[in-house]
């Protein structure tokens, strides 16, 4: 099933893609897939190698019809159904699936997975293995109570 996603939010480049091929070595691994398949197509979309990009290692999704499970297949895509589409990275299966909740009240928001509030030091962590730069970052993406999923494609878990 297609994950499509953004090159900017606000502006700013997200490099999600570059992000998620950082985190993939292991993965790319398992499933005999090396960058090489994709490098010339990355490179005609502005993929920056150049940087040292930090690992996304998930994507958080609204699924109201709860269409994402564990073993199905991913294909990831950035400007999905657009005459520019582009996949990005090899097809690999979900790992596992995590319920998220934020919250945002006054002065604070909290989140919580599948049930369990974080600790602020977590929702660093989370922030930043879902690829943002920061939590400021990441609450001004999310910035209305929120009720989604973390669709994992990595054996990491909260």
Not at 16 to 33: A, H, M, Q, R, T
Not at 84 to 112: C, K, T
Request: with cysteine; net charge neutral.
């Amino acid at each position: 099933m297609i994950l499509s996603f953004k090159t900017k939010i606000n502006g700013k480049p997200t490099y999600f893609p570059e992000k998620i091929w950082s985190g993939l070595g292991d993965v790319c691994n398992k499933y005999n897939y090396c960058i090489d398949e994709f490098h010339t197509g990355l490179m005609n979309v502005g993929f920056d190698d150049q940087r040292d990009h930090k690992p996304k290692l998930h994507t958080i999704r609204k699924d109201d019809k709860n269409r994402w499970k564990p073993g199905m297949m991913i294909d990831f895509f950035i400007n999905a159904r657009q005459k520019d589409m582009f996949r990005f990275a090899p097809r690999i299966p979900v790992v596992s699936i995590q319920y998220i909740g934020i919250l945002h009240y006054r002065d604070n928001s909290e989140v919580n997975i599948d049930g369990r509030y974080l600790f602020p030091s977590e929702v660093e962590k989370l922030a930043k293995n879902d690829g943002f730069e920061s939590v400021d970052d990441f609450f001004q993406y999310f910035n209305e109570d929120y009720n989604g999923i973390i669709i994992h494609w990595t054996n990491l878990k909260y």
